[in-house]
């Protein structure tokens, strides 16, 4: 077990790339060289199951040393944040009961934006329940909602910046004294402002992450060029957040042509070709076989 939190890695890419395929065979390979290892399936999909061919669930399964995968259920995150907010909203606003505060929850859970949401907080919990893991894979869900997941950090801290100056203000037209001194340090009193501060510190953190070295971006494509189109337009959009593209995977095809094509267009630290296989990449014996086949370019990675 290592002393220091666990390298991150998340596989990007339009559907049916192959994240999953390589999330799988990158989670195998890193154990096998001896890495705590733990695979997390973030797509509502999930095909982790049907490739390691074994249920999955958010209990980690341990199919070989060194291994654990396990699958998030969005769902149960989505239930388990608005119950929270159902009853914090009941605890503070007892006199709302009038209004059917449980109606307005059930819709909720239907509202734009909220599985990332979930996404974040399973990801925020994650990385809280498994610290002492060497290296965390995240099979990411396609182009769109992993882009927003990415985003939603950043988006959250510019929404809370404006809350707390409207809350500032409020209490300042009300004239309101909303901290109190102690020595240097100054110590907030009213709960709106002590939540936004605290929800503040947290996303803060969570960017932070997003931007650390420790953090790595692999994005999978494949030789062709609608594939080629979305890469190049998730590194644009990552880019714009202030994350880069540390390696590119092209799944597919071990075409010098391909493989310069693909750096020309998508900057990135490396651009490493992976074969097609022949034979369906499922199962334990299938995915140790392609990567003894593949050793060299999984040292890359
Ligand atoms: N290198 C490869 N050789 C053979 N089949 C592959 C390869 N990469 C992916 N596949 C297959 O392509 C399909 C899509 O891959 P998957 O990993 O599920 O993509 P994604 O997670 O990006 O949607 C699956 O049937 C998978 O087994
Ligand atoms: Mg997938």
């Not at 341990?62 to 291994?67: G, K, T, Y």
Request: hydrophobic share 35%; charged share 25%; net charge positive.
């Amino acid at each position: 077990m290592s002393d220091r939190s666990p390298d991150l890695r998340f596989l990007l890419g339009k559907g049916g790339v192959g994240k999953s395929t390589f999330s799988a065979l990158l989670a195998l390979d890193k154990s096998k060289a001896g890495l705590n290892t733990l695979l997390v399936s973030m797509d509502p999909a999930h095909n982790q199951a049907d490739i390691f061919q074994q249920p999955l669930s958010e209990k980690p399964t341990a199919p070989s040393p060194n291994l654990r995968i396990l699958q998030v259920n969005l769902e149960k995150h989505i239930k388990n944040y608005l119950k929270e907010s159902e009853n914090n909203i009941k605890q503070r606003y007892n006199y709302l009961t009038a209004f059917n505060i449980q109606d307005h929850f059930k819709t909720l859970q239907y509202s734009p934006g909220i599985e990332e949401y979930a996404m974040l907080r399973a990801y925020g919990t994650l990385l809280k329940t498994y610290p002492g893991c060497d290296v965390i894979i995240f099979d990411m869900p396609p182009t769109a909602m992993a882009l927003r997941f990415f985003s939603l950090p950043q988006i959250s801290l510019s929404w809370i910046e404006e809350l707390i100056k409207l809350r500032e203000k409020i209490l300042k037209k009300q004239q309101i004294v909303s901290n109190i001194r102690m020595g240097k340090k100054k110590i907030e009193t009213d709960p709106v402002l002590t939540r936004l501060k605290e929800m503040q510190k947290e996303y803060d953190s969570i960017s932070q992450r997003f931007e650390s070295p420790s953090l790595g971006i692999l994005l999978v494509t494949r030789p062709d060029d609608l594939s080629l189109a979305e890469s190049q337009r998730i590194h644009k959009k990552m880019n714009e957040l202030n994350l880069s593209i540390d390696q590119v995977i092209l799944n597919g095809s071990m075409d010098e042509k391909w493989l310069v094509k693909v750096s020309h267009h998508i900057p990135a630290n490396d651009h490493i070709g992976m074969p097609q296989s022949k034979d369906p990449l499922i199962g334990m014996n299938n995915l140790t076989g392609y990567l003894s086949a593949n050793a060299q370019q999984f040292k890359k990675i």
